[in-house]
């Protein structure tokens, strides 16, 4: 009885090695082609349902598989008070990851938020908060 159950898993072991064997074909797949762009956009929030803008943003972005790389410039201003500087990262689905720096400083910070994309209207919003400062609102459009 042994030897009958040892001959029947071979025989199984040998006809499942030999069913996935025969079906292997190539994926073919076409590159995406890489999408790249400038946007505009203001800083800002929201207070008593009216958009306030404190200051102004504006760059490049380049796609890089399923993430998007950007690279731009921000200046806020409030009152006579100006602060300005860059900021790199990259931005997915809906997260944005990245690090901005103080122009008059040269201090960085890094920066994560949230970001919705509407491609059909190219306009772009969305939340960004440091270790420094208040957590801002962004919005703009892409081209």
Do not use: C
Not at 5 to 10: D, E, S, T, Y
Not at 21 to 30: N, S
Not at 62 to 85: C, D, P, V
């Amino acid at each position: 009885m042994k030897k009958i159950l040892v001959l029947l898993a071979i025989f199984i072991l040998l006809g499942t090695i030999s069913a996935t064997a025969v079906t292997i074909e190539e994926r073919q797949t076409t590159p995406k082609p890489v999408q790249t762009g400038t946007f505009t956009g203001e800083i800002g929030y929201q207070k008593d349902g009216e958009w306030n803008k404190v200051g102004d943003l504006s760059g490049t972005y380049e796609q890089k598989n399923r993430f998007y790389k950007f690279n731009g410039n921000w200046e806020i201003t409030i009152g006579e008070k100006t602060a300005s500087g860059t900021m790199v990262g990259i931005f997915g689905k809906h997260i944005l990851y990245g690090r901005v720096t103080i122009s008059e400083s040269g201090k960085k910070a890094p920066i994560i938020g949230f970001i919705g994309v509407n491609q059909t209207s190219q306009q772009f919003i969305g939340r960004a908060m440091s270790i420094v400062g208040p957590a801002l609102y962004f919005k703009g459009t892409y081209l």
